[in-house]
C-alpha cells in the first residue's frame, strides 16, 4: 500500500468542515484583562488549534460557524475574533450562552457554515426604554459592526450608554440565518414588549380632529397721545390727531397638551388669514397701511 503524504498538502480538500466539540465558557472567565469588546459583539474565541484546523481545510473566508447545544437542541451562529483559547475551550458572550441554554463548562459543537448575505431583518426590542433612544437605527448599525451574522430567533444584546438593551431577531432574509459582514441591510423595528399606547395617544392617532377655526385676538390701538409742533404754534383743523383705530390682528392658538419628543402635523387647521376672513366679517380693515392726510410740501401760488 503506498501512501503519499504530501499529496493533500499539493491539492487541499474542498468543501469539507470544520466540526469540533469544545468545553464553552463566558468571556468573563477568560484569563487576564476584561474583554468588554467580546462581550457586547457576537463573535467567539476560539483555540488555536482550531485556526490550524481550518487552514488546512480551506474554509470559505469570512468563518462563520453554526454553535449546537445537542443537549438541550438549540443553536445559533456567530464569527470568530480570536483563536487564543486554552485548547478544549472557547469562550461565548454571556447573551450567547443565554441563547443556546448554556451553563459554564457545558459541551458546545461547533461547525463551519457558509452563509448568505442579508438583505432585510427585523428587531423587537424587550423593553420600552428602548424607546428612549433618539436614533435607534444609527445605535444598531453601530453595535452591530461587532457582529457576524444574525440568526431568527436570537435574543442579541446591544450597549448604549452604560445600558444594556436586549433585542429579538424576529425575521432575516434570504434565510433564517445571515451574514452581515459588508451587506446593505434593510432594518425594521417592531413594537417594544409590552409596549401599549395611552387612551390618549389612541385618541390623538386615530380620531379625524375637526377643523380648528378658534383663533385668539389680539386688540391693537393706535398711538393715543396727542401731538405739538416744533415751533409753537396750534395746529391747523387738518392736522388735528386722527381717532385712535383699533386693529384686530389674528394670532395662532398654542398647544397646552403638547408633551415632549412629539411632532404632529395637522393638516386639518387652515392658515389664519383664511379663518378671519370666513368668521370675522365685521372686523375693521386692518390691510390699510396709511389712513392720514397728505400735505404738499410746496405751497401753490394764486
Given at each position: 500500500?503506498?501512501?503519499?503524504?504530501?499529496?493533500?498538502?499539493?491539492?487541499?480538500?474542498?468543501?469539507?468542515?470544520?466540526?469540533?466539540?469544545?468545553?464553552?465558557?463566558?468571556?468573563?472567565?477568560?484569563?487576564?484583562?476584561?474583554?468588554?469588546?467580546?462581550?457586547?459583539?457576537?463573535?467567539?474565541?476560539?483555540?488555536?488549534?482550531?485556526?490550524?484546523?481550518?487552514?488546512?481545510l480551506?474554509?470559505?473566508?469570512?468563518?462563520?460557524?453554526?454553535?449546537?447545544?445537542?443537549?438541550?437542541?438549540?443553536?445559533?451562529?456567530?464569527?470568530?475574533?480570536?483563536?487564543?483559547a486554552?485548547?478544549?475551550?472557547?469562550?461565548?458572550?454571556?447573551?450567547m450562552?443565554?441563547?443556546?441554554?448554556?451553563?459554564?463548562?457545558?459541551?458546545?459543537?461547533?461547525?463551519?457554515?457558509?452563509?448568505p448575505?442579508?438583505?432585510?431583518?427585523?428587531?423587537?426590542?424587550?423593553?420600552?426604554?428602548?424607546l428612549?433612544?433618539?436614533?435607534?437605527?444609527?445605535?444598531?448599525?453601530?453595535?452591530?459592526?461587532?457582529?457576524?451574522c444574525?440568526t431568527?430567533?436570537?435574543?442579541?444584546?446591544?450597549?448604549?450608554?452604560?445600558?444594556?438593551?436586549?433585542?429579538?431577531?424576529?425575521?432575516?432574509?434570504?434565510?433564517?440565518?445571515v451574514?452581515?459582514?459588508?451587506?446593505?441591510?434593510?432594518?425594521?423595528?417592531?413594537?417594544?414588549v409590552?409596549?401599549?399606547?395611552?387612551?390618549?395617544q389612541?385618541?390623538?392617532?386615530?380620531?379625524d380632529?375637526?377643523?380648528q377655526?378658534?383663533i385668539?385676538?389680539?386688540?391693537?390701538?393706535?398711538?393715543?397721545g396727542?401731538g405739538?409742533?416744533?415751533?409753537?404754534?396750534?395746529?391747523?383743523?387738518?392736522?388735528?390727531?386722527?381717532?385712535v383705530?383699533?386693529?384686530?390682528?389674528?394670532?395662532?392658538?398654542?398647544?397646552?397638551?403638547?408633551?415632549?419628543?412629539?411632532?404632529?402635523?395637522?393638516h386639518?387647521?387652515?392658515?389664519?388669514?383664511?379663518?378671519?376672513?370666513?368668521?370675522?366679517t365685521?372686523?375693521?380693515?386692518?390691510?390699510?397701511?396709511?389712513?392720514?392726510?397728505?400735505?404738499?410740501?410746496?405751497?401753490?401760488?394764486?
Amino acid at each position: 500500500m503506498f501512501q503519499f503524504s504530501g499529496f493533500n498538502m499539493m491539492f487541499p480538500e474542498t468543501g469539507r468542515t470544520f466540526k469540533a466539540s469544545y468545553k464553552c465558557f463566558s468571556v468573563s472567565m477568560l484569563p487576564g484583562n476584561e474583554r468588554q469588546d467580546v462581550e457586547n459583539g457576537g463573535k467567539i474565541i476560539m483555540p488555536p488549534s482550531a485556526l490550524d484546523t481550518l487552514t488546512r481545510l480551506n474554509v470559505e473566508y469570512p468563518m462563520l460557524f453554526k454553535l449546537i447545544n445537542n443537549k438541550k437542541g438549540r443553536h445559533s451562529h456567530a464569527g470568530v475574533l480570536e483563536f487564543v483559547a486554552d485548547e478544549g475551550k472557547c469562550y461565548l458572550p454571556y447573551w450567547m450562552m443565554d441563547n443556546l441554554l448554556l451553563e459554564e463548562g457545558d459541551i458546545l459543537t461547533i461547525e463551519s457554515v457558509s452563509l448568505p448575505v442579508a438583505k432585510f431583518s427585523k428587531f423587537q426590542p424587550h423593553s420600552t426604554d428602548f424607546l428612549d433612544i433618539t436614533n435607534p437605527k444609527a445605535v444598531l448599525e453601530n453595535a452591530l459592526r461587532n457582529f457576524a451574522c444574525l440568526t431568527t430567533g436570537d435574543v442579541i444584546a446591544i450597549k448604549y450608554n452604560k445600558k444594556v438593551y436586549e433585542l429579538c431577531v424576529l425575521e432575516t432574509k434570504p434565510g433564517n440565518a445571515v451574514s452581515i459582514i459588508e451587506c446593505d441591510m434593510n432594518v425594521e423595528f417592531e413594537a417594544p414588549v409590552g409596549y401599549k399606547e395611552t387612551s390618549e395617544q389612541v385618541k390623538e392617532n386615530t380620531r379625524d380632529e375637526a377643523p380648528q377655526d378658534h383663533i385668539m385676538e389680539e386688540v391693537v390701538e393706535t398711538f393715543k397721545g396727542s401731538g405739538v409742533r416744533l415751533d409753537g404754534k396750534k395746529k391747523k383743523e387738518n392736522q388735528l390727531d386722527t381717532p385712535v383705530v383699533k386693529k384686530v390682528l389674528a394670532r395662532g392658538v398654542p398647544d397646552y397638551d403638547y408633551k415632549f419628543s412629539l411632532l404632529k402635523f395637522d393638516h386639518s387647521i387652515k392658515a389664519i388669514s383664511d379663518r378671519v376672513a370666513e368668521n370675522d366679517t365685521n372686523i375693521i380693515e386692518a390691510e390699510e397701511n396709511f389712513q392720514g392726510q397728505g400735505f404738499s410740501m410746496k405751497k401753490s401760488r394764486k
